[in-house]
């Protein structure tokens, strides 16, 4: 990248859910990386760093990543085991 002002922003759809990825950039003398992503992504945010700080060399760099119309379509795993302890609590409370 020569430039450091410069702006990006695209989005897309999948089957799961749509999602866009904003890029800003302003000239500075050091470099400087902001991200702003969802919860779900958030044991991905160092990764998502080294990418833009691999990219950038210097400048003020903020990462916008947001998704929408999400689907859940993943399976549910149930804990058998927490669920009968709540269970039995609820019935001992009930019993009171």
Request: charged fraction near 30%; glycine fraction near 2%; include cysteine.
């Amino acid at each position: 990248m020569e430039s450091m002002t410069g702006y990006s922003f695209i989005e897309k759809s999948t089957e799961q859910f749509t999602f866009s990825i904003e890029i800003k950039t302003l000239n500075s003398k050091y470099l400087e990386v902001y991200t702003n992503i969802p919860k779900i992504l958030k044991a991905e945010e160092d990764e998502i760093t080294n990418i833009l700080k691999k990219n950038f060399e210097r400048g003020k760099v903020e990462c916008t990543i947001d998704l929408y119309d999400w689907v859940e379509s993943r399976p549910v795993h149930i804990n058998s085991k927490v669920l009968l302890k709540y269970y039995k609590e609820v019935q001992r409370s009930l019993a009171k």
